[in-house]
């Protein structure tokens, strides 16, 4: 075992970030990906002089390793990670890696849903606020590789599941919780209490002088709460109760009370509206205001956001039927706020890789708002068994193009069609990126 060795599993964006950050602090790098490496990421490599291998683990390589990154899509149960264990090696997170190396207030944000929407919200709101800010994680640039390359002095990172699951010392001076409902549990035996201790994982190392904001709405983040020993701050935030510290509704008013600190602002002026919106917005302005920005900078850019790219946006109308791309609504909780925003009959694209999905709480809604169901995935027999008896008309695609062909000939004036997925991407597309542009192309081609 080489004490100053790194090994990098995984040739994606993590995992090329960690490698430039490992040289750059003295490391031996090497990049081993099982799968095919990207020549752009290739390119970045051969640039820094850095080892790699692709299509291919080779154990004596990666098992003389002092430490290992592991990419957060490569499961803990596959053959060359259990060696790993076997054998006592560490394994950590690109955020675990990166956070050891910089001195910036870190923003963390986890939660099944919102995150992306809560982290993009905050990052606008700093930017605007002229602060030196970069937005990581679980989107946009590798986290480690702008710790390598930028003086940044604030990370709001988006943190899933997966990432969290590799971290040990990480500590955000702000954590925030969005929300709880099962996800990913292919990945957790099936036990939703696994995820949730996962998702908990960004508070374990917080002190008196850092911060957690969660929904107090949320029965599960409550019941966790009650059960385990937080040492930071608890600022709640809630659309059903008046709180004395927090953020709350009253008279279409957004209130929140820090550190005897009051901000308020009507929530008719949001740029986002819908009830989880308003949440999301809740838990941004809290953020932002723990941390001194001004209350008229805050509300200025919550009135000017506009949503982020594959989260229920509108792409087009042709023949007055509306195309909306929610390719971000990877599991059920999301697709389900999606379908209660639909006002008019639905066509509904769903399907991809199921991650111990149960639709039952959607029957009702599929029930109400959908007129006809698209599957798009290289299995769809789960979905046909859920929505067969709940909808008149189904129909089984393999391809994006094939699929939003289908919606157009099912579709009347008035109607939606919404590709809301509930499921992740990777049977036939290389991430909901891939999937939402490719459904925002076809609707453009018809």
Known sequence: MKKNKIVILGGGESGIGTAILGKKEGFEVFVSDYGKIKKKYKQVLLHYEINWEEEAHSETEILSAGIVMKSPGIPENTPIVLKLKKKGIRIVSEIEFAATYTSATLIGITGSNGKTTVATMIHKILKDAGNNVALAGNIGKSFAEL???????????????????????????????TNLS?????????????????????????????????????????????NTTIKSQLIPFSLQKELKKGAYIKNNELIITTNNNTFTMSITKLGQQGQHNIKNAMAASTASTLLNIRKATIRRSLENFQGVEHRLENVLKINNVRYINDSKGTNVNATFYALD?????????????????????????????VKAIICLGVDNEKIIKAFGNVVDIMVETHSMEDAVKVAYRLSKKGDNVLLSPACASFDLFENYEDRGRQFKNAVRNL
């Open 147 to 177: 710790v390598a390359t930028k003086d940044i002095n604030q990370f709001v990172l988006e943190l899933s599941s997966f990432q969290l699951d590799g971290t040990y010392n990480f500590a955000p001076h702000i954590a925030i919780l």
């Open 182 to 226: 099962p996800d990913h549990l292919d990945r957790y035996d099936n036990d939703y209490e696994k995820y949730i201790a996962s998702k908990f994982k960004i508070v374990m190392n917080q002190t008196s002088d850092d911060y957690f904001i969660y929904d107090a709405d949320d029965l599960m983040i409550n019941k966790w709460i009650s």
């Open 341 to 369: 925003s639909m006002e008019a009959s639905t066509v509904w694209i769903v399907g991809g890789v199921d991650k111990g999905n149960d639709y039952s709480e959607l029957f009702a809604l599929v029930n109400e708002k």
